[in-house]
């Protein structure tokens, strides 16, 4: 029978904790009865002088009545840790599910319904004369709390059902032998059945895979590593891993499965991936040797067989591509394979993907996920592992590189050819296939495109990583991440990488212009952006040359020390994606906002006026609008690479980087200064709300670009915008009389409308040579 919410909201899990206090007396008792037997019985039976039936009947009853009371004391621990683990986890989830139930949901005004099967619904009830209509963040809560129920809900059942295994095991069924399994802890139990599961391969059916895909997802992200160590360990390491999943993943995107066999192999590459990296962080307690990284290396490059007989073997960099997709791996783990594989790429781009099946349907590769391309080329897959691991990333990117031989060794004195990684993925040689299992790909140049977009759209990924600390598909939008040295210099490697070549992010569908090819690189905008959004900073010090010590402009940690034209030419080439355009503005809009409530409301010994300090500071972060204003019409209008319709829906994802650069605040001295007179959340909403409505301002028609006023209402949006962060900064400000408010007004409205269009012109004049 299924677990009820409510089973586990109100449960007496007291009378549990006193069978474990009983059991931990149980133990104790029997540990001395144990110690007394095999020191005092058990060992003056093995001195003692026995003669006649007595030599043999009499000590061979003394030694087994010993040795069943150390098997007792055995068995009585092993159910005394598995009640205990068992107790204390499901006190932690009682706990949450009591707050998410009893709070969470109340704050919302949600209810919560049982749907039988170990399922909850949450949903708004209805309210005479209310309309029923909720605002989308609303429905997103209400979403994410039924999720997060639903996953306490299953994590309890996984706990229940390990426990009553385990204790079936511990007893053996017989009540006169004891001795049978015994377990340190709850998590041995755990790991046992995960590999008695696993073992079965894929004649596990949908429900056991299930039951594995549970044991894991709950486990696998354990502080100390236990779980994750003790299941890769029991699979056989480093090639039974690589066979285990190569086949489940085979089975579960087999043309001829079932949607539901699919959605449970997606699942395993998802939890195997997260228990993969618990397991082989050198840091946690428990953890695989560093001899698995030696081993997968090798492997890397080798036929990976599972059945009798198989023909078609992928190489094992192809298999363990899938699992590294999922996970924050440790940098002493993923980064050694991360640069092997990609000097193998380099050596030659074709020698995995062209290891593929042939005249086989299979659409998936090694990465049933489905997400950016089949991972035959692996190279996509482990710049996804990298975007995920920030730490690697950064290492990967930012330290000498190490040169590696074929089989995964290193190579002694060994030269590359290249200084650092950004150098070799931006060099307009450099080679990226077509990573797809589509039949006649080449034949259809839509899919050919989307395919080539691959390795570059996860080559940004990682760049987002390695510069902003957090994995790139991460909304956490908790304690900011200060920009180390590293991260800063790399940024400004990147901007003077696309400063100086900006063709290599162009996007051009417009036929007409066919002297201007689209450029390898330009997938890798979006996440372009959102480093940008990350360093705006940085990005308003550059565009008039603001001096590095300045605190009205401040960094967040080190200064990536931009170069004023290429973070202008960069800015104009990113800006024109969709997705890369809203991340800037609404960074920009936010960050601005605090500049100008810091000059507003922050303490100053300048003797300018007011309303002069207060147009200069909206005059960097009004440039950089005016240059999205042209980049945007430029996507538009000469590459047809997007649409207005794309640029307004791309703004609807980017309230995160409100909260972020919100979260960051203003420095001085060392002092973080959040925004004045404002709660974090009342600035965020207010923040979003103008900034969609400037975004949808930004806009030109074909009538107003024929006339010359392409920007006009960009303009005006980015005047708006200024007046609206001196609202803002006045708003608390009772210090301040309305005729100075007005002035203030006007003053952001030159500085910004002037700025605006010396940012369109720059960029115009850099799209002209």
């Not at 009893?102 to 399922?119: E, I, P, T």
């Not at 949908?206 to 994750?228: H, I, M, T």
């Not at 691959?454 to 990682?462: S, T, V």
């Not at 002035?743 to 012109?761: I, M």
Request: aromatic content about 8%; hydrophobic content about 35%.
């Amino acid at each position: 029978m299924a677990l009820k919410y409510t089973d586990l909201l109100d449960v007496d899990l007291g009378k549990l904790g006193t069978a474990v206090s009983d059991w931990k007396k149980t133990v104790d008792g029997l540990k001395k009865l144990a110690d007394s037997a095999r020191t005092g019985l058990a060992a003056k039976s093995d001195a003692a002088r026995w003669a006649g039936v007595n030599a043999t009947v009499t000590r061979e009853f003394i030694t087994k009545t010993a040795k069943e009371i150390s098997d007792l004391h055995a068995e009585a621990n092993s159910v005394h840790q598995v009640l205990d683990d068992g107790h204390t986890e499901l006190l932690a989830l009682q706990k949450q599910i009591r707050t998410a139930v009893r709070d969470d949901a109340g704050d919302l005004g949600v209810r919560v319904d049982d749907l039988g099967g170990g399922k909850v619904r949450c949903y708004f009830p209805h309210v005479r004369g209310d309309s029923d209509e909720r605002a989308e963040d609303q429905l997103k809560a209400r979403q994410e709390l039924e999720n997060r129920i639903n996953d306490i809900l299953s994590h309890a059942a996984e706990i229940d059902d390990s426990v009553v295994r385990a204790l079936g095991r511990i007893h053996g069924g017989d009540a006169y032998d004891a001795g049978h399994s015994t377990y340190g802890s709850l998590n041995d139990a755990e790991a046992e059945r995960a590999v008695e599961l696993a073992r079965k391969g894929d004649a596990m059916s949908d429900a056991e895979l299930r039951e594995l895909n549970r044991l894991l997802r709950f486990n696998s992200r354990e502080k100390d590593g236990e779980f994750a160590t003790q299941f890769y360990q029991g699979l056989g390491g480093p090639e039974k891993t690589l066979q285990f999943y190569a086949e489940m993943s085979v089975d579960g995107t087999d043309p001829d499965a079932a949607k539901t066999r699919l959605d449970e192999v997606r699942d395993l590459q998802k939890v195997m991936g997260y228990t993969l990296a618990d397991a082989t962080d050198p840091d946690h307690k428990y953890h695989l040797s560093d001899d698995w990284n030696t081993r997968f290396r090798r492997l890397g490059t080798q036929p990976i067989g599972w059945e009798r007989g198989q023909m078609n073997k992928p190489y094992g960099y192809q298999v363990l591509g899938g699992l590294l997709r999922y996970g924050d791996y440790d940098a002493r783990f993923l980064t050694p394979i991360a640069e092997h594989l990609t000097q193998l790429h380099k050596e030659d781009p074709y020698r995995f993907a062209l290891n593929k099946p042939a005249g086989s349907p299979d659409a998936y590769g090694f990465n049933p996920s489905g997400k950016l391309g089949t991972g035959n080329d692996p190279l996509t897959s482990v710049l996804e592992a990298l975007g995920h691991s920030p730490e690697a990333s950064e290492k990967f990117f930012t330290q000498p590189p190490t040169a590696y031989n074929e089989d995964g060794t290193v190579k002694k004195d060994g030269h590359l050819g290249f200084g650092s990684y950004l150098d070799l993925f931006t060099d307009k040689d450099f080679e990226w296939t077509v990573d797809t299992n589509d039949t006649n790909v080449l034949a259809d140049e839509d899919k050919t495109k989307k395919a080539l977009a691959f390795g570059p759209e996860a080559l940004g990924h990682a760049l987002e990583s390695a510069t902003t600390g957090r994995p790139y598909d991460s909304d956490d939008t908790g304690a900011a991440i200060r920009h180390t040295e590293a991260r800063s210099h790399l940024v400004n490697d990147i901007v003077d990488k696309f400063g100086t070549s900006p063709e290599l992010l162009r996007h051009n569908e417009n036929g007409d212009l066919d002297s201007e090819e689209t450029g390898p690189l330009y997938a890798m905008r979006g996440s372009l952006g959102d480093i940008t959004a990350e360093y705006m900073g940085d990005f308003q010090r550059a565009m008039y040359g603001e001096d590095p010590n300045s605190d009205l402009f401040p960094t967040f940690g080190a200064a990536a020390h931009l170069e004023a034209g290429d973070a202008q030419r960069f800015l104009g080439a990113v800006g024109q994606d969709p997705d890369a355009y809203a991340a800037i503005t609404s960074a920009q809009q936010t960050y601005t906002t605090q500049v100008v409530d810091h000059v507003v409301n922050g303490g100053s010994h300048s003797t300018a006026s007011l309303d002069g300090r207060v147009g200069d500071a909206v005059a960097p972060g009004s440039a950089i609008a005016g240059i999205m204003s042209d980049a945007r019409a430029h996507a538009i209008y000469e590459y047809h690479a997007a649409s207005d319709k794309d640029f307004n829906e791309a703004a609807a994802d980017k309230q995160k980087w409100v909260d972020r650069i919100l979260g960051m605040g203003l420095e001085k001295a060392g002092e973080r200064v959040p925004i004045a007179g404002a709660p974090l959340e009342w600035a965020s909403e207010d923040l979003q709300e103008s900034i969609m409505k400037s975004i949808e301002k930004d806009t030109t028609t074909d009538a107003e670009r024929e006339a010359g006023q392409s920007y006009a209402e960009g303009r005006k949006a980015a005047i708006a915008s200024a007046q609206d962060a001196v609202d803002r900064a006045v708003r608390n400000n009772p210090g301040i009389d309305p005729d100075t408010v007005d002035d203030l007004r006007r003053a952001v409205r030159v500085s910004a409308g002037n700025s605006h269009s010396t940012g369109a012109q720059w960029n115009a004049e850099s799209n002209a040579t």
